[in-house]
């Protein structure tokens, strides 16, 4: 398989008044056109790991790497303007919180054409065209009326759906999904990784998909990067999941419901100082 990404020894580190944070403490893994989870706990390092791929660390923060490739493309080093056009086009991120990823004062539909003629040469009827099939295939029922709609205007879901649009419709190669569904009811969850199968079956996309929640990841991708304390713990085929050997990673299996087990007492996950060694 051809690999796409290549991250090696990745951290990120904040300066702060109290000392340095260390978010990404030397995370190392490979990506071809597959869909690779990364799970973990809140403050793991997930979301700073793929904002450091999209170039979206905030710039007072460090970011080293010996190894952050992208098809051939030095990431670290690339001009500003070179980031620009890999940004929403080959290269997209579906933000964990969409209210930051939409504009509130431009209408949805523009949103999406405008992301798209940014990057593409395209009439503007063409535009429009792409931007209502990407509408309705994530599942947006009435697209001629949302495209008008401003993010204001339309629900939590409906305004996920509607970044998740604004992502996809340049048809990126890789894309890094960063708790995607998490403002979704669970039927419209499984449409959209519906969608995102299909991309990356059809058009061979990376998908990088990150979230707290195993049971979907493990479902969902085929291989899995178990992160704990901005390190990776474990990396492991999802269908061999249940042989995890780490005990982090057991312990978040151990704690997923299964249905008409006793559930008396609640499992708790019992965590060791020397995992965040
Ligand atoms: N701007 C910032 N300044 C200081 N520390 C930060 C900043 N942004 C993130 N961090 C720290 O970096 C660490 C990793 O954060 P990150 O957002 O990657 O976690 P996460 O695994 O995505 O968690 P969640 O599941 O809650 O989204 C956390 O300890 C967080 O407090
Ligand atoms: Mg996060």
Request: hydrophobic residues 40%.
């Amino acid at each position: 398989m051809s690999t796409l990404l290549t991250v090696k020894d990745l951290r990120v580190q904040f300066p702060t008044r109290t000392g340095v944070v260390d978010a990404v403490r030397g995370v190392s893994f490979t990506l071809g056109r597959e869909r690779l989870g990364i799970v973990g706990e809140s403050g793991s390092g997930k979301s700073q790991t793929g904002r450091a791929i999209m170039g979206l660390t905030p710039p007072h923060a460090k970011i080293t790497a010996e190894t952050l490739n992208f098809d051939g493309i030095d990431l670290l080093h690339v001009s500003a303007a070179e980031r620009r056009s890999l940004r929403g086009n080959r290269i997209a991120m579906i933000l964990q919180d969409p209210k930051y990823s939409l504009n509130p004062v431009m209408s949805i539909g523009r949103q999406i054409v405008e992301t798209l003629r940014t990057h593409e040469k395209v009439s503007k009827s063409e535009a429009r065209k792409r931007a209502l099939d990407m509408l309705a295939a994530v599942q947006i029922r009435d697209p001629e009326r949302v495209f008008d709609l401003h993010p204001h205007e339309v629900s939590g879901g409906m305004g996920q759906r509607a970044m998740i649009a604004m992502m996809l419709v340049t048809g990126p190669e890789l894309l890094i999904a960063d708790e995607p569904t998490s403002a979704l009811d669970v039927t419209v969850q499984l449409d959209v990784l519906a969608i995102l199968d299909n991309l990356v079956r059809d058009r061979g996309m990376g998908l990088i998909f990150i979230s707290h929640d195993l049971r979907l990841v493990s479902s969902f991708c085929d291989r899995v990067i178990v992160m704990y304390a901005g390190r990776i713990v474990e990396e492991i085929a999802a269908k061999d999941l249940h042989n995890a050997k780490h005990p982090y990673t057991q312990g978040l299996l151990n704690c997923m419901p299964k249905i008409g087990a006793d559930t008396h007492p609640l499992p708790v996950l019992d965590r060791k100082p020397e995992w965040a060694a």
